[in-house]
């Protein structure tokens, strides 16, 4: 079947993430026996910790890119076939991964490194993040008009939900002025101010890791967050991924663009159904397969 492969990002992690697929599947065994080197540590062990530790950033994002690189495997031996690729934020390496860009190993390293200064980045600059619904442009402007302190969207998410990013204190006085405006705004439980300038010192260490990797041009086409319109040239591809870390997600687009070039029919390659929720909210036609309520021969959740 033939689909657009969209990969997410950070959002999408619960705690006891592929457990279970670690067990029973062969290639995510060797796979997380492989990250487990590279990262030095356990990371399946991260996942079933109780006390949330998948929640940090640090262990989150190669949580989910492992998940993603193993759903990925299974979807195409299981006869889905990608015609175009995304993914949200954390999710563009996994889209970079499936499509030949760079390889895994290559991923996984700048990822570890990508994960650590944006933690670091959060301490030397706090950060937060909150989900605005039903945000018109005019209205964040008004909004920031009246706010001292660094306050930008973060991420153009649907029709119905805008990510803003910014200085802890901007963020808290732009939600104290959306209530009052009646505007809904909820705080997200993230680590810092993501794809805002206060990520600058962690873009610029990524920045020197990420250009020593080699990046290949590829067949199949990547919608990524910086530029989110057909991309097959590698060094594009790598211009594109070092600024999405300070940067606006432009997801609206990206989905809107895949839907009209080639297919209605997504794919969300990887846990949960967060994209999908979003897709829906972008276009209605949109027809979203989720990973984890594929029947396949063993569940895999």
């Keep these: 079947m033939d689909v657009n492969f969209i990969f997410p990002g950070q959002g999408s992690q619960y705690i006891g993430i592929g457990s279970n697929i670690f067990k029973i599947n062969d290639y995510a065994k060797s796979l997380l026996s492989y990250t487990n080197d590279i990262l030095g540590y356990k990371i399946d062990e991260i996942c079933i910790n109780p006390n949330g530790l998948i929640n940090k950033t640090k262990y989150t994002q190669p949580a989910i890119f492992l998940y993603n690189a193993i759903a990925d495997f299974i979807v195409k031996d299981n006869g889905y076939n990608p015609v175009s690729y995304?993914?949200?934020?954390?999710?563009?390496?996994?889209?970079?991964?499936?499509?030949?860009?760079?390889s895994f190993e290559d991923a996984?390293?700048?990822?570890k490194?990508?994960?650590?200064?944006?933690?670091?980045a959060n301490k030397y600059k706090p950060g937060k993040m909150a989900a605005i619904i039903n945000l018109k442009v005019?209205?964040?402007?008004?909004?920031?008009?009246?706010?001292?302190?660094?306050?930008v969207i973060a991420n153009y998410n649907s029709n119905k939900q805008t990510i803003i990013s910014g200085e802890s204190k901007a963020i808290d006085t732009f939600l104290i002025i959306a209530k009052k405006m009646n505007i809904r705004a909820l705080p997200l439980n993230v680590s810092g101010a993501f794809h805002s300038p206060l990520m600058n010192n962690a873009m610029k260490k990524l920045e020197v890791h990420i250009n020593m990797v080699k990046f290949n041009n590829i067949e199949t086409p990547i919608y990524q967050n910086f530029t989110p319109n057909r991309n097959y040239n590698n060094s594009k591809i790598k211009c594109n991924l070092i600024k999405q870390i300070i940067s606006s997600v432009r997801w609206i687009e990206s989905v809107t663009n895949m839907a009209d070039d080639y297919t209605m029919d997504f794919l969300e390659v990887g846990p949960k159904k967060v994209l999908s929720k979003l897709n829906t909210n972008i276009n209605k036609g949109i027809n979203s397969i989720i990973f984890e309520d594929i029947k396949f021969n063993a569940k895999f959740s």
């Design 138 to 151: 005019d209205q964040f402007k008004e909004i920031k008009s009246n706010i001292n302190g660094v306050i």
């Design 108 to 111: 996984l390293g700048i990822i």
């Design 113 to 120: 490194i990508r994960a650590n200064e944006m933690d670091s």
């Design 86 to 102: 995304a993914g949200h934020s954390l999710g563009e390496y996994s889209a970079l991964v499936s499509s030949g860009c760079i």
